[in-house]
């Protein structure tokens, strides 16, 4: 199980906790979490990830065992520490303003 951290809004929007734990196959990967995650949720299609392209949208960000994996490739493998759920995979709303 792969824990996944939700911000606020796509919590509400999907009605759930702010950690959901989803099933993933080996490799996990951005994909396959998103996968997973669009699946449960299909009210989250198209707020992390293009409809289409599934490219990730602007303004979100992913974080893997501490680290920025926002601009690694999408089937990168996740580190250990997060495809055995020890640590969650957190999709973030890049705050924006000034």
């Known amino acids: 199980m ?3 951290t939700l911000p606020h809004h796509l919590q509400t929007l999907a009605r759930c906790d702010r950690e959901v734990a989803l099933d ?3 490799p996990v990967t ?3 979490i998103l996968d997973a995650l669009e699946a449960r949720f299909p009210m989250l ?3 992390v990830r ?3 392209t599934l490219k990730r949208r602007p303004r979100v960000r992913f974080f893997a065992a501490g680290e920025d994996v926002t601009h690694d ?3 990168a493998e996740l580190p250990d520490s997060v495809a ?3 640590q969650p995979f957190m999709i973030v709303g890049a705050v924006a303003g000034g």
């Open 50 to 52: 293009e409809h289409v």
């Open 73 to 75: 490739s999408p089937d």
């Open 24 to 26: 993933v196959d080996v």
């Open 30 to 32: 951005q994909r396959r």
């Open 84 to 86: 055995k759920g020890d």
């Open 2 to 4: 792969v824990n996944v």
């Open 45 to 47: 299609r198209g707020t």
